[in-house]
């Protein structure tokens, strides 16, 4: 099955800071979702995109299909950002399978 | 629309007894899925399903769980018995269509002890 990698995985920042967090995957895709895990465990939508670039926001995501990257860009970020980010991938047949996570901390 | 919903949020149960999770997908969606998340393998598929079958149950880690659907809004996973090794957070997701590209939405999520 596909594998899913996420970097780093860990991560402080100051409030106002930017950053990029990585996804890599091992097989072409059809589904590649973002998630934000917040400190009470709820999983949140954030991207859908197997493709291309979206934006909402302070968050926007690329994915670069054929070099089998995702990128999730959080600028100025704030506290309530805190909490584990999640890539989501799946080929044609598989299962979506869940990276290991990025735990981002915001601080004050 | 009100999300997936899942219930109880918390159970606390005896290893031995058993225990019922419950679903309620996103209204229009066809396809559903059971997730566990635990912190050593972190967040793994059990089971899903489209169209109320079944499709895939190769994640369901024994015979102890069992998962149903017997309609469009509702499923069941079933754990008999427990043990404290099924100690975790369940997910419940649904998704439009066949599930198979598009975007799934999760549920708040059941914690379960077993002690």
């Known amino acids: 099955g596909i594998q899913v990698e996420q970097s780093p995985p860990d991560l402080i920042l100051q409030e106002g800071a930017n950053s990029t967090l990585r996804c890599n995957f091992s097989?072409?895709?059809?589904?590649l979702q973002w998630f934000h895990q917040n400190p009470w465990g709820q999983l949140i939508n954030l991207f859908y995109i197997p493709s291309g670039t979206k934006q909402n926001g302070r968050l926007s995501a690329t994915t670069v299909a054929t070099e089998r990257y995702s990128l999730l860009y959080i600028s100025s970020s704030q506290t309530t950002d805190s909490g584990v980010y999640f890539c989501?991938?799946?080929?044609?047949?598989?299962?979506?399978?869940f990276g290991q996570g990025t735990e981002l901390s915001v601080k004050p | 629309d009100a999300g997936v919903i899942q219930s109880p949020r918390h159970e606390v149960t005896e290893m031995g007894q058993e225990v019922t999770l419950r679903c309620k997908p996103i209204s229009g969606h066809n396809s559903l899925f059971w997730y566990r998340q635990t912190m050593m393998r972190g967040l793994e598929l059990l089971i899903y399903?489209?169209?109320?079958?079944?499709?895939?149950d190769s994640g369901m880690p024994e015979d102890r769980f069992s998962a149903k659907m017997p309609n469009a809004s509702f499923s069941t996973l079933k754990i008999q018995p427990s043990e404290p090794r099924d100690s975790a957070v369940y997910f419940c997701?649904?998704?439009?269509?066949?599930?198979?590209?598009?975007?799934?939405?999760f549920g708040p999520g059941t914690r379960l002890t077993v002690t």
């Open positions: 989501a991938a799946r080929n044609q047949g598989g299962k979506l399978i």
């Open positions: 997701a649904s998704s439009p269509l066949k599930g198979e590209t598009y975007e799934q939405y």
């Open positions: 399903f489209n169209n109320n079958v079944p499709i895939d």
């Open positions: 097989d072409s895709v059809n589904n």
